[in-house]
């Protein structure tokens, strides 16, 4: 092997060997920023973590919802309405989109008792979704 092959190897080898390190310590770095999402029968069947930071999400039981005395703390029931419900227990400000009936992704952990401690209360909106601001000009295109 001359000389100008040899070098042309060793860069290559070189570009791989430090793309496949690169590579692998980001994947290793993101690990604990990854949050996977898990329906509610998956949370119910007990195939969650416990006590690692999930997403999870369904729909807001009609009824369940119940404010403490502060006004922050608030505990409401999601459900996949096929039968898979489980408790979430929040401490903060809810999302104006956030009602019965509608649905909702919370950010959390589920603990050993089987209720979800969220940190986080992201609620959906259906696709005919109107911001206030533009329910004006919606309706006037809708006649």
Request: with cysteine; net charge negative; aromatic share 8%.
């Amino acid at each position: 092997m001359n000389d100008l092959r040899r070098r042309r190897m060793l860069v290559l080898l070189f570009l791989f060997c430090g793309g496949s390190l690169t590579a692998t310590l980001a994947i290793f770095a993101l690990q604990s920023n990854i949050n996977h999402y898990y329906p509610p029968d998956e949370v119910v069947a007990g195939s969650v973590p416990i006590e690692h930071t999930i997403r999870a999400g369904g729909m807001v039981v009609i009824d369940s919802v119940v404010h403490d005395d502060t006004g922050l703390g608030v505990e409401f029931e999601l459900s996949d309405r096929k039968g898979s419900t489980f408790s979430v227990s929040y401490k903060g400000l809810l999302p104006s989109l956030f009602r019965e009936g509608q649905g909702a992704i919370v950010v959390g952990k589920l603990q050993s008792d089987g209720v979800f401690e969220a940190n986080q209360v992201m609620a959906k909106h259906d696709e005919n979704y109107v911001p206030p601001e533009l329910k004006e000009l919606h309706e006037i295109d809708d006649s």
